[in-house]
């Protein structure tokens, strides 16, 4: 057996109903959906045909009031008489049509697949706690009732690709996903795999980090999933994580980065301007942004190596899809700066950010320790490019010095000539090339190495002061 308020809380749950109002006289529950212009009245037992027809007059009569209650034109009004032999009467006229159903299972009311599956395990609560959340005028509470599959499966998928990242950690002691996953600039540019764009958004560094965005994405993606649909969700959470690691990548060149939180930054930029457009900025909900951006800064606080470029890439992007989305509630001019904006700052960012010269994280670290004459960790890390086949031409080259400082000068020449085959543009190989090459007045096979090179897109001063020495020559 169901009650109403139950059954109240049920299509709240699972359907774009939202609760309006409960009148105490009639002792009715009233819920309505903007979308389709609709209002549902749920009410306690059977009815007579007598009472069902007064019910219909007054509604007609009452429909500029109905109306002005639910802050839109109401079409359609479906009379629902909970716990009662089934039947179904219509009623229609020129502004209004009612539908009065009776009804023994809350089911033949909710069509969602998943309250069948979801109510098949779950024991029914007391009235008043059904009451209670129905009657809720927190915000959050409200959206946060609502069953949102989109972002249960997003964090399903997070939480599996973290699980089995774990198990590679610290079972097979293997950090292979991370590497073949995570975003770096390298990856992306020199390697082609444009999926880490996306790929990094569900990968997380620990178990703080992994918890951290998981509850961003319970609590933003309910909201969001709520108000704009499964299909916008999804769009939301991919869009705004890609353009969130482009804008990274203009800034981060030689580090690799991961976490969902360039997509929960697009998500709370997306709800900011869902605010601001339909004006819901109480002082309640403002209280609870203001905590929530409180408790974000208080918890990353505790993280290294925050991206902090990633996350105002996404906020930003979520903005602009918050404008789109709503596109017609907004100044036209508005609405026409967001679409353009929308293409013109991935793509800009996009162009920036190839222009921009990178190594991949190990073989930045082996760069770095070789310079500071730690040999050991110069070659641990470049052991480990090798380790899960992610060898670049730089990972040769710092070989070829490692070897070099060894004093076998044949392994050394070998791996050098292997770095210059996998990229003659390696700014570091080209270098000792030429220099060699100068140093027997070879400026004729100078030039042929170089000829392709743009002096002014050179990142090392020696090498461009050796290509400018060779253009002064004549070559």
Not at 88 to 110: E, P
Request: neutral net charge.
């Amino acid at each position: 057996m169901i009650n109403k308020w139950q059954a109240a809380y049920e299509i709240v749950r699972y359907t774009k109903y939202v609760f309006s109002r409960y009148d105490e006289v009639a002792d009715t529950i009233w819920l309505k959906n903007r979308k389709n212009r609709s209002l549902m009245i749920l009410v306690d037992g059977q009815f007579e045909d007598e009472e069902i027809e007064t019910t219909t007059k007054i509604l007609y009569d009452n429909k500029a009031n109905i109306d002005a209650a639910v802050d839109f034109n109401v079409s359609k009004i479906y009379v629902h008489y909970i716990d009662c032999e089934p039947f179904k009467r219509q009623f229609k006229s020129k502004a209004l049509k009612v539908i009065h159903t009776g009804t023994d299972s809350i089911a033949n009311v909710i069509l969602n697949p998943f309250y069948k599956i979801d109510t098949k395990y779950k024991k029914s609560k007391p009235l008043d706690w059904y009451k209670k959340r129905v009657l809720s005028s927190n915000p959050l509470e409200t959206y946060l009732i609502k069953f949102t599959p989109m972002t249960l499966i997003l964090i399903m998928i997070n939480t599996l690709i973290f699980l089995t990242n774990l198990f590679y950690i610290h079972i097979r002691d293997s950090v292979h996903i991370t590497n073949n996953l995570g975003l770096t600039h390298h990856g992306v540019n020199q390697d082609t795999e444009f999926y880490r764009l996306i790929s990094s958004a569900f990968l997380h560094a620990d178990v703080e980090h992994f918890l951290f965005n998981i509850f961003a994405i319970y609590v933003l993606g309910k909201f969001v999933e709520s108000i704009y649909g499964s299909t916008k969700m999804l769009i939301t959470y991919v869009l705004t994580a890609i353009v969130a690691n482009i804008v990274s990548l203009v800034f981060i060149t030689n580090a690799l980065s991961l976490g969902a939180s360039g997509a929960t930054y697009g998500m709370m930029g997306l709800l900011v301007i869902h605010l601001l457009v339909y004006k819901k900025v109480q002082k309640k909900l403002i209280f609870q942004v203001l905590a929530a951006f409180v408790v974000i800064g208080i918890l990353t606080s505790f993280f290294s190596n925050i991206n902090h470029y990633a996350h105002a890439g996404g906020f930003i992007y979520g903005l602009i899809l918050g404008v789109i989305y709503n596109f017609k509630k907004v100044d036209f001019k508005i609405a026409i700066g967001a679409f353009i904006l929308m293409i013109v700052l991935p793509v800009s960012m996009w162009m920036i950010q190839r222009d921009h010269v990178s190594y991949q994280p190990y073989d930045e670290e082996a760069l770095r320790y070789f310079y500071e004459k730690d040999y050991t960790h110069a070659l641990e890390k470049v052991n480990e490019t090798f380790k899960y086949g992610n060898e670049t031409s730089m990972s040769y080259y710092i070989l070829g010095k490692l070897y070099e400082v060894a004093g076998d000068d044949a392994a050394a020449e070998e791996n050098f000539n292997v770095a210059f085959e996998l990229d003659p543009k390696n700014e570091y190989v080209l270098k000792r090339k030429l220099l060699e090459l100068r140093k027997n007045q070879d400026f004729e096979a100078m030039a042929k190495l170089s000829e392709d090179v743009n002096v002014n897109k050179v990142k090392d001063e020696e090498l461009s002061v050796i290509l400018e020495e060779l253009s002064f020559r004549g070559y």
